[in-house]
């Protein structure tokens, strides 16, 4: 079972005005939810360590998650609202984002709610987004992470998301800190250019490297993933695809790499540690091919293995 842990929340997309008012679109978000729905719909084995609420949304998250057959062990119910993030267009055109977050149920995990230990099936953890910025969920993914770290794969991802963090400065702290209890980080060039403006990609994926992962994959959009491992650094092209949007693509790719190494039994420290070129190879290009596949779709709706499996044939 690969472990996910971090932010659920409800995308709402305000409509055009009406002479009745305006009209509305709720949608399943968060990134640490679309990595677990996104191995669930890959057919790995996954779960979901958070709060959700006990609201109708709450509800309508953990449908969503039990949909994809990821596994309710560890979900939490609290009576705190759900976390809303609210996407309007001005008249110009340009979307409009508001926020409504405080002492919402995705950030409301303490470290004393933790389970006291983890079955042995759980072969991974994943954490990142703004629960890695906000407590008291901060503290108890980092809790969770130091104390599993060696006996499990750690797998980071940033997804840095300033306007809910808030101090830019106090996040990259403690992800930094995190980098020594990780086996693999996977990031966006944007959440590299937001934490370090200055930082060119490779440069910035070998230092990480040199923190404590044994893998640092840095995603570019349509440039295609590169990753760093040992003394390596490859990059591997995109597949080309008609965009529809790109909501969910990342953490799309970050499912994907971990469903691929869990299928393929290097999803434990030692082997991620002792993976070659050709199986990094083909992870990145397993992964980016999901990912693919997302930006076709409205939203976030993540592949199954056969469906990746089919497309990859189609562009050999």
Request: net charge negative; glycine share 8%; with cysteine.
């Amino acid at each position: 079972m690969i472990l996910v842990c971090g932010e659920a929340l409800i995308d709402l997309f305000i409509g055009a005005p009406s002479p009745t008012g305006l009209s509305a679109e709720a949608v399943a978000g968060g990134s640490p939810f679309n990595v677990a729905i996104g191995i669930g719909r890959l057919g790995r084995s996954s779960g979901f360590l958070s709060t959700l609420s006990q609201d109708s949304f709450g509800t309508f998250l953990a449908g969503k998650l039990a949909d994809a057959g990821v596994t309710p062990a560890y979900i939490q119910r609290c009576p705190n609202p759900t976390t809303l993030s609210v996407i309007a267009t001005s008249a110009s055109g340009e979307p409009q984002y508001s926020f409504y977050a405080p002492d919402a149920a995705d950030r409301a995990l303490e470290p004393e709610a933790l389970p006291s230990q983890l079955p042995s099936d759980v072969k991974a953890i994943a954490a990142g987004s703004y629960a890695l910025g906000v407590e008291p969920i901060a503290s108890a993914i980092e809790t969770l992470l130091k104390r599993e770290a060696g006996s499990r794969v750690i797998s980071l991802d940033p997804n840095v998301r300033p306007r809910v963090v808030g101090d830019l400065k106090a996040y990259r702290e403690r992800f930094e800190r995190l980098l020594a209890h990780a086996t693999i980080v996977k990031a966006s060039d944007e959440d590299i250019h937001m934490l370090y403006p200055d930082a060119d990609l490779v440069a910035a994926a070998q230092t990480w490297l040199k923190l404590g992962p044994a893998l640092v994959i840095v995603t570019r959009g349509a440039e295609g993933p590169l990753a760093a491992f040992g003394s390596s650094v490859i990059e591997r092209p995109a597949p080309r695809v008609e965009v529809v949007d790109t909501v969910g693509a990342g953490d799309t790719f970050h499912a994907g790499l971990l469903s691929w190494l869990d299928a393929y039994d290097r999803l434990t420290p030692e082997s991620v540690a002792n993976l070659d070129e050709a199986q990094v190879t083909e992870a990145l290009d397993f992964a980016a091919a999901a990912a693919a596949i997302v930006c076709t779709r409205r939203g976030a709706n993540p592949p199954t293995w056969d469906e990746v499996i089919r497309f990859m044939a189609e562009r050999r």
